[in-house]
């Protein structure tokens, strides 16, 4: 069975949600619903560098929590994606929204 395992931490400016495991339509439900939120309070870090499998109802809830952080006047980025992560991305055609980053310091 699929299984997701989500921890945060909170930093000065932002929130990071620490991804581990798949992202699917099993297995999105907690992680849309933690995502959404924060995206209206602060600044949001996804830590994606242990994602093993993304689906296309992974990637729907990223755009999404993208465009609601633009909407609410925060960012949200993209640390350290797999590459299963980013190639679900760069096939939806949609990469240029995301900002990718390597470290912490970048959201400061």
């Known amino acids: 069975m699929d299984s997701i395992s989500i921890s945060e931490r909170t930093g000065a400016n932002y929130v990071m949600l620490e991804i581990a495991g798949t992202i699917n339509s099993y297995t999105y439900t907690e992680f849309q619903k933690r995502a959404y939120a924060l995206v209206k309070e602060t600044n949001l870090v ?36 797999a590459e299963i992560v980013r190639t679900a991305v760069e096939a939806t055609g949609f990469r240029e929204m995301f900002t990718i980053i390597h470290s912490l310091t970048e959201v400061l």
Do not use: K, T
Request: hydrophobic letters at 55%; glycine letters at 8%; a negative charge.
């Open 46 to 81: 996804l830590d994606l560098s242990r994602v093993v499998n993304i689906s296309s109802a992974g990637v729907g809830v990223l755009i999404a929590a993208n465009e609601d952080a633009a909407d609410a006047g925060y960012r949200l980025f993209i640390m350290n994606p």
